[in-house]
Structure formats: C-alpha cells, structure tokens
C-alpha cells in the first residue's frame, strides 16, 4: 500500500458510475496517502485537488526503510509545497499485499494512527488509482478520485526514478536541488576556476554558482588587503552554499556547477586566520559532492605583479586543496593543459557522472513484488 501513488493501479478499477465523489461537494476532512518516493507534480495536483475541496487535509507518507530518499526528506518537501496541508509520515516495512485482508488491516491502522483526532473523522479519500474505494470504505469516508487515466499529468514516481533527467520538469524545487548532480570546480588563486565553471556552464546549458569570496573581498572592510577574520569565512562559507542551494532549485537538468565551495573556505581560514576552523569543517562534511575537478596552477599565468612570492603561494594552496580532496569520500580529478584541454577533460567527467545515474532503489513495494517473484521460481 506504500506505493501506491507510485504506480498505475493493479485492481480493477470499478466503472465509471461507481466512481465515487462525483458532484463537487465539500468535506471536513480529507486524507491522501502515498510513498511520494519521490514526490512530483501528479502527486501535488492529487493534494491540491484535496486542498480545494476540504477544510482540513491530511496527507501521510508512507515509507520504507530501505527507499533511498529518506521519509523526512519527502515530508520536508510536501509541506513546503503545500503549507496549509498537515503532513505525516511513518516507516513501514510491513507486507503489503492488496488482496491480503489481513494486510489490509494492518495498513488501515497505521493510517488511522496517523490521523490526528482534533481534524475529525476524515470525510474523503483522495486518490487516483483503486485502492481508494476500499480504504474509504474501511475509513467510513466517500471516494473521490482525481484523474485515475493520468490524462492531465502522465508521471509515476516509479518513472522519475528510473529516469530523473527525463523527468526534471515534473519534480518540485526540493526535490531538484537534492536530486541534482554537484560538480564543484576547485583550485587555486589565479588557476582557471571561473573559466572552467564558465565553459562547463555553456557546454550544458545550465547556470553556475560563482565563487563569493570573490565578491566579498571587494566589499569587505578594509579591502582585499586588509587582515581576514575568523567570522568572515563562515559568512562566505554559508553565502557560498545558500548560493548552491537556490541554483540547485532552479537548474533546468540535474546537474549543478559552482566555482569552489565551502570546503574552499574551510582551506582558506587555515592560510588566512592561521588555524583549522571545526565549524567549516563539520559544514564541508554535510555537503559532499558528486565530483570536484581540481584546476592545476600549470599553464595558467599569474597577475601581473604577483612575482616569485605569489607563485610559491598559489602552489601551496593548490598542493593544500590536493591533500584535502585525497581526504574526502568524494572523486576527485585534477585538470590541467589549455582551455580547450581543460575542458575536454572535465567534459569527460562530468559525462561519465550523468551516465551513472542515481541508482536509486525500488519502492518497499516493487521490493517486496520481486521478492515474491524470486521465491515461486
């Protein structure tokens, strides 16, 4: 029963005149149900449609613990989508099998767990395959079913997961921004970070994060020159990944580039203050990328002025960012050459990354089907 906002419905469906909900009239309460695994634009048409015909609606997101999209997540997303709905969730990893009475009671009971007493018996089921007419009627509520032939939006959240490309445009912002493919371009002062960012930028068709220090460094008291503070590189450190967070919103594929991170500030508050910082640290940990491409210093000249001295440090730092990428889960691949090379090489990467796809698992549900499968042959 968790999956099934996931999959075109498997019972029979009843004829159209028994559909029930027809006619448009109110409710008190309305209950929707699913795995939202993950959710998408069918599954907020299905909340909204509840949303406007009741005074209150619940909607409960019904996991498993072996999903790859943890169930807080999911409920993070649906109420931000849809703030004046009470959203719920529970782990269940219990048999579900629609033809099983003895499954059918126990899903009911984690539904009616979930509902909270203050919002009254729920009036109306919402859903758009089958199943509904029997949980509403084991619920004592009517039927309403919202476009069961998926005429209006034609997605499964069993296809999102095999193809998450092919189905971007269905997924809301949450869900991009966790989904999407994070390729940070790292390196050194003066060492073709922005150019390759810029370039990959154009190569895919998508916008890139640009590098914050850079900015701030202008704006900052004192100027570039003047003594960096401790505080500071957390403002950058936090500017820089609120900066991801909003492109990884709005990209238009699942992939994201930004021009260095806050792993980059985490090495700079070590050159600049004098010292390791635990708080970038702990900040860079939660925030792992898919790939880093790591600019080499090599064929790219410095500044004019920057002398013998700025070369000794630019190498410094670019031997730093090595040995803290060799510490990181993360891939990591060092680009060097010209532009063109650069490129070249980091569109070789990032080309593999996309092709691995997400890898994201089954629904408890599928899981459980092959299961079954597995075990009669």
């Given amino acids: 029963m968790s999956d099934s906002l996931d999959r075109r419905a498997t ?29 998408h634009v069918g599954h907020l048409a299905l909340v909204r449609a509840a949303l406007s015909r009741c005074d209150r609606v619940t909607v409960e997101v019904l996991g498993g613990s072996t999903e790859s999209i943890p169930v807080p997540l999911r409920v993070q997303w649906l109420v931000e989508e849809a703030p ?9 990893d219990a048999e579900i099998d629609f033809e099983s009475a003895a499954a059918w009671e126990h899903h009911t009971g984690v539904i009616r767990s979930l509902l909270d007493p203050a919002d009254g018996p729920v009036g109306a089921v919402f859903t758009s395959d089958a199943y509904g007419e029997e949980l509403a009627h084991r619920l004592d509520a009517e039927w309403v079913r919202v476009d069961p032939e998926r005429s209006s939006l034609t997605v499964s959240s069993t296809a999102v997961r095999r193809d998450v490309p092919g189905h971007w445009w269905a997924l809301p912002a949450a869900a991009r921004a966790h989904l999407a493919k994070r390729v940070v371009v790292l390196g050194a002062e003066s060492s073709g970070t ?28 004192g100027g570039p020159g003047a003594p ?23 990209t238009p594929r699942p992939l994201l580039l930004c021009d260095t991170d806050v792993l980059a500030a985490a090495v700079w508050h070590q050159r600049h203050v004098g010292s390791r910082s635990p708080r970038l640290e702990a900040l860079a940990a939660q925030r792992v990328p898919d790939l880093y491409l790591l600019t080499s210093p090599d064929d790219v000249p410095l500044p004019r002025g920057a002398g013998a001295d700025g070369e000794r440090r630019r190498a410094a ?24 090379e650069r490129l070249a090489r980091a569109t070789q990467e990032v080309d593999a990354l996309l092709a691995r796809g997400w890898d994201l698992a089954p629904s408890l549900e599928q899981q459980q089907h092959a299961a079954r499968r597995h075990g009669a042959t």
């Fill in 84 to 92: 004046t709905a009470r959203v719920t969730s529970v782990v269940d």
């Fill in 317 to 340: 730092m670019h031997e730093g960012f090595r040995q803290v990428l060799a510490a990181r889960p993360a891939r990591w691949v060092e680009v060097a050459g010209d532009r063109e």
């Fill in 11 to 39: 019972v029979s469906a009843p004829a159209p005149s028994h559909v029930a909900g027809k006619g448009g009239r109110r409710f008190r309460h309305g209950l929707v149900i699913g795995t939202f695994y993950p959710p």
């Fill in 194 to 221: 922005t150019t390759l960012a810029s370039d990959l930028a154009d190569r895919y068709g998508v916008p890139w994060v640009p590098e914050y220090v850079r900015a701030w460094a202008v704006a900052r008291p």
């Fill in 228 to 250: 960096w503070q401790d505080v500071e590189l957390d403002l950058v450190a936090q500017a820089q990944a609120a900066g991801e967070d909003a492109a990884a919103r709005r």
